[in-house]
């Protein structure tokens, strides 16, 4: 037997043997109490999420009751645990269970490594130009030195000016056809979508610095986001990778495309200067249905019919995922992602809580998918950048159109944890052949 399959059956043996000694140790323990314990703890899950969801759909002092009560149901959980002296049973128990989903996870992990994204060493660029936002990121260009080091190493800084409006689409289109042999951004995901679409459609190397606030694409691209000065290693010991890249509503985006209760929210002013406070402002109002356009959708043969949040990625996220805010195993796919939430009860709301599983939530993968809605115009959110659209609005993804130079030397990428199936970690750890 491999060592790789070998290591695997040993990691899922020891999630089965933790779940049966979580079992055991309630049942001998706990004895009859253990029904009682279990049905404690369902109650306060249950009440938890729903608290949540009002906490969400709600406003005034409604929401502020709700926080109480998703702050005293665990309270009142962990005191009858305590009261009936089993607190530790429950803790053992609870930690056991902890060590038998890590433990099958790494199984699953093993049995199901997804093959990283192909990569071949970068050009040597005779003229490589950077464009650079000092604004981005709260200053991130000027307290990493991003332009003195890039200039160290042979490249062209251009930096964007403070006051105005610049069209970086344009810039870019410049410094190529004055002969730059790679074009690359320090900035925020909006900025770099544009200046992708420009070195895409002229098949020039592209340059990701992550000098934004979130820079997903970085993240995925398995970059260095605490460092942004790293990237910069690319430009002397670099690997190419060919990646996918999206266009919506004729706009280009490396990340994803947000329709209804998102896109409402990016929309308001107030979101740049306090996005959590206005979220929770808007949310009511957005979740029950009593504002903005109602939205239809078909990816491929699949049809959303009336949901609350659409979100179209250029790749799927990872099967946990239901914002945007979590990873991509690969952004080479070929395919667009899509997400719709409809959630109208504390028991979808939990659903989705439970690791986006609901029925409020459906997902289909497709080459395009088009987004239609009751109202000529809709507001949309491309990579966090709120614009207005008209319908329909085409999203479609463009495979192996940008050639990405990344650090031979970076974090890594990501490699998605599997949701636990204990079928397959049974299969893993009570047979001897694959």
Known sequence: MEPTMRGQRWLARASLASAAAAVLVLGVFAGFKTFALLGVGLAGLAVTAAAVWWILSRRGLPRVLAVLLAITTPIWVLVEYTQARLTWVVLVSGALWLLAA??????????K???????????TFRHPVLIMNPRSGGGKVRRFSLSRRAGSLGAEVVL??????TDVAALARKYAAEGADLLGVAGGDGTQA???????SLDLPFLVIPAGTRNHFA???GLDREDPSKALDALHDGVELRVDLGRAGGRPFVNNVSFGAYAEVVQSPAYRDGKTRTTLKLLPDLLMGHRGARLTARAGEHEFTDPQALLVSNNPYGTNDIAGLGRRTRLDGGILGCVGVRVTSAAQAAGLLRAG??????RATATSVVVDADQEEIPVGIDGEAVRLSVPVHCEVRPGALRV???RLRPGTYRERPRLDWRQIGRLGLTSRS
């Open 219 to 221: 993240l995925d691209l």
């Open 113 to 123: 490594a997804p093959e990283p994204m192909p990569e071949q060493p970068a050009a």
């Open 194 to 200: 544009l200046v992708a679409e420009v070195a895409a």
């Open 102 to 111: 890590g433990t099958g996870r790494a199984a699953l992990t093993r049995h």
């Open 160 to 165: 964007l000016e403070y006051r105005g409006e």
């Open 405 to 407: 130079i990344v650090p």
């Open 357 to 362: 599983q609901s029925t409020g939530l459906t």
